[in-house]
């Protein structure tokens, strides 16, 4: 069996470098924002983490704590994830969605959940093997715009 090579750091701050290594994983029109960013990684209620392969930045996570109103503690919100295509089925998706889960403990959440979509193999799969289970087929997410 193979040692893993790959470490997942949680990010508390970004300087420039590392910013520029992350908005070469971001989808296309997302970039790293200094000031938004700074807020974001300043909100314990926020996770970004962030994969390394060799020293090489190769995946993301990031997610939200979404504190509830009822008997149920909290639920974390897993917004969004990506895992560079020359290191993807190495267990690094696996392993930044695991590090969800333990930040999800950590802060009282009882429930993580993700929205993809069905055309989204790569999700899908991902997902499954790390241990999510899929709800209902009608369920539909609608969007609302501000501003």
């Known amino acids: 069996m193979t040692e893993k090579t790959y470490q ?3 990010l508390t701050a970004v300087d420039d470098a590392l910013a520029a290594q992350l908005n070469a994983q971001f989808d296309e029109g997302m970039s790293w924002d200094a000031e938004q960013g700074r807020l974001f990684l300043q909100n314990p209620d926020n996770l970004l983490a962030v994969a390394w392969w060799e020293g090489e930045l190769c995946g993301f996570v990031s997610a939200h704590r979404l504190q509830r109103f009822d008997q149920r503690r909290a639920e974390v919100l897993l917004y969004e994830i ?5 290191f993807q ?3 690094i998706g ?3 969605v695991a590090e969800v889960i333990c930040w999800a403990g950590e802060v009282g959440a009882d429930e993580i959940w993700v929205l993809t979509n069905r055309s989204n ?3 899908m799969a991902l997902y499954g093997s790390a ?3 899929e709800d ?3 369920v539909t997410m609608f969007t ?3 501003g």
């Open 131 to 133: 241990g999510g289970e």
């Open 8 to 10: 997942i750091q949680r």
């Open 94 to 96: 696996r392993a930044l």
């Open 144 to 146: 609302f715009r501000i």
């Open 136 to 138: 209902a087929p009608d």
């Open 121 to 123: 193999t790569a999700a």
């Open 89 to 91: 089925r190495r267990g």
């Open 82 to 86: 990506g895992v560079d295509e020359r």
